[in-house]
């Protein structure tokens, strides 16, 4: 787009934006236009001032104005945010009185981030996501990079972009976004993990910060490869005694440094026992730490029989005993949607000669994979062990229908849709053609019953997420019945 040194041109930009506190959608920073968005010239990134005042100005063209920054990230703070609470919003609101005059590249960057991950989907084709603004944002990240601009704001960028990607069904690029978000973090440093040893004088904000950056990477990284089926991880595996981000309304909500110093100072660790109660993103470090192992025991298995025998006996039992604990959770607290999709995603559809499932191939949840891997072991002959087998995978996607349909069915005035977690919707979708395949297979009303209560409160994710109607496979299930 810049190194061609032409003005693109695009066509409407068809992506909305919803805010829920009276903002309508006209609103500069709601809607930008096309105009706008042309207006961008070529921008040198190697000429410092230049390049610097470029995107300044293509930023505020496109925002409109520093009150209408503040609108989206009102929503975003109190939204979006919620489920990826990756951002210091102290830090970020002393930097944004910078915006109009004199911001650093970076910084103007993350706000058309923010702005890009705040707008929701129409009615239409998948296509429908990349949007201009994305397309813009895509180009800017490549332009920063190139000027070597590198820091915790940029990764921020990156981070917000890969969560776009996958909550919108943009799965390769997703896949690819999330590679340069950890090689980016260990060009920062990142992963040497400071925040592990916090001296007396640390930057404890800037180092809570980045730990919640390495973790929301660390777990990005594995739902997408539970998504793709692929053990070849970005990031490392946590040590049991790292430390877990802080209570995230703490996080959020906290004005002043001093109102975190003390839940900085002694963090959960990863080894924290589930019975004890954690944060949103904490939970869903631990949920997608024991993902990356099922994603490892199933497609990169070890060639120790024994060993492969008692791991999956070992995961399956870990990923049980969360299940119902993260239930619970959900409905008294509100905010466990996430890892529990992580852990009901972790089995997925199994491909047997009974044709009673769907296998989705790029659809795979901890448990629902983990049970697959077991009746693709199983001998054809043992009868009552694959039965056992398929009860085990319907019991999960009666799980999480219940779970979705007590947290979901009728609080909606709990679940505005600008806070639907991107993790959950694949898990609820592979309940659903479970019980879609079951209703086929038995001719039972309640398997069609079952099947309609996923299906509806799929239709209420997919106002927020693409990915929701499960890429290209839930349009062809929507329309069944």
């Known amino acids: 787009m810049f190194s061609l040194r032409k003005v693109c041109v695009y066509t409407e930009d068809s992506i909305q934006t919803h805010f829920g506190s009276g903002v309508k959608s006209s609103s500069p920073a709601a809607a930008p236009h096309d105009a706008q968005l042309t207006a961008l010239l070529p921008l040198d990134p190697f000429s410092h001032e230049t390049f610097s005042n470029g995107i300044r100005d293509f930023t505020m063209r496109v925002i409109g104005s520093l009150d209408s920054m503040h609108s989206v990230l009102f929503e975003f703070f109190t939204g979006t945010h919620q489920r990826l609470p990756v951002?210091?919003?102290?830090?970020?609101?002393?930097?944004?009185?910078?915006?109009?005059?004199?911001?650093?590249?970076?910084?103007?960057?993350?706000?058309?981030?923010?702005?890009?991950?705040?707008?929701?989907?129409?009615?239409?084709?998948?296509?429908?996501?990349?949007?201009?603004?994305?397309?813009?944002?895509?180009?800017?990240?490549?332009?920063?990079?190139?000027?070597?601009?590198?820091?915790?704001?940029?990764?921020?960028?990156?981070?917000?972009?890969?969560?776009?990607?996958?909550?919108?069904?943009?799965?390769?690029?997703?896949?690819?976004?999330?590679?340069?978000?950890?090689?980016?973090?260990?060009?920062?440093?990142?992963?040497?993990?400071?925040?592990?040893?916090?001296?007396?004088?640390?930057?404890?904000?800037?180092?809570?910060?980045?730990?919640?950056?390495?973790?929301?990477?660390?777990?990005?990284?594995?739902y997408l490869s539970l998504c793709n089926g692929d053990p070849l991880l970005v990031t490392d595996d946590a040590e049991r005694?790292?430390?877990?981000?802080?209570?995230?309304?703490?996080?959020?909500?906290?004005?002043?440094?001093?109102?975190?110093?003390?839940?900085?100072?002694?963090?959960?660790?990863?080894?924290?026992?589930?019975?004890?109660?954690?944060?949103?993103?904490?939970?869903?470090?631990?949920?997608?730490?024991?993902?990356?192992?099922?994603?490892r025991h199933v497609f990169s298995p070890t060639t120790d029989p024994d060993f492969n025998t008692e791991e999956a006996v070992q995961l399956e039992r870990t990923l049980k005993s969360y299940l119902p604990l993260l239930a619970e959770e959900e409905l008294k607290i509100g905010k466990y949607c996430g890892a529990f999709g992580m852990c009901n995603r972790s089995v997925a559809f199994p491909s047997c000669n009974l044709h009673i499932y769907a296998r989705r191939s790029n659809s795979c949840s901890a448990l629902f994979m983990l049970y697959e891997s077991k009746l693709n072991q199983a001998d054809e002959n043992a009868v009552d062990e694959r039965f056992r087998l398929l009860q085990l995978i319907e019991d999960v996607s009666l799980r999480a229908i219940a779970f979705a349909e007590a947290s979901y069915g009728d609080r909606a005035e709990n679940y505005p849709r600008e806070i639907h977690s991107p993790y959950l919707p694949y898990s609820l979708f592979q309940s659903a053609v479970v019980q879609y395949r079951l209703w086929k297979h038995s001719n039972d009303v309640t398997f069609k019953q079952r099947f309609d209560t996923i299906k509806s409160i799929l239709s209420e994710f997919t106002k927020r997420w693409m990915d929701a109607c499960g890429s290209s496979e839930l349009p062809r299930v929507r329309n069944i019945g």
């Open 241 to 295: 005694t790292d430390p877990l981000p802080i209570e995230d309304l703490l996080w959020s909500e906290g004005s002043f440094l001093d109102d975190l110093n003390d839940a900085i100072d002694t963090p959960p660790s990863l080894d924290t026992p589930f019975t004890i109660t954690l944060g949103q993103m904490a939970r869903e470090c631990q949920m997608s730490y024991i993902a990356g192992r099922v994603v």
């Open 87 to 222: 951002l210091s919003k102290l830090r970020f609101y002393n930097h944004l009185p910078s915006l109009p005059t004199s911001p650093r590249p970076d910084f103007a960057t993350l706000c058309l981030c923010i702005l890009l991950i705040q707008q929701m989907p129409p009615d239409g084709g998948i296509s429908n996501v990349r949007s201009p603004l994305y397309v813009s944002v895509k180009s800017l990240i490549n332009l920063l990079e190139m000027a070597g601009d590198l820091s915790l704001d940029f990764v921020h960028c990156r981070i917000l972009i890969t969560f776009y990607e996958m909550g919108h069904g943009l799965h390769k690029a997703a896949y690819l976004s999330i590679a340069a978000c950890a090689r980016i973090s260990r060009a920062l440093g990142l992963h040497r993990k400071r925040w592990r040893d916090i001296a007396t004088n640390s930057d404890r904000l800037t180092l809570e910060e980045e730990k919640r950056t390495w973790w929301a990477i660390h777990n990005m990284d594995r």
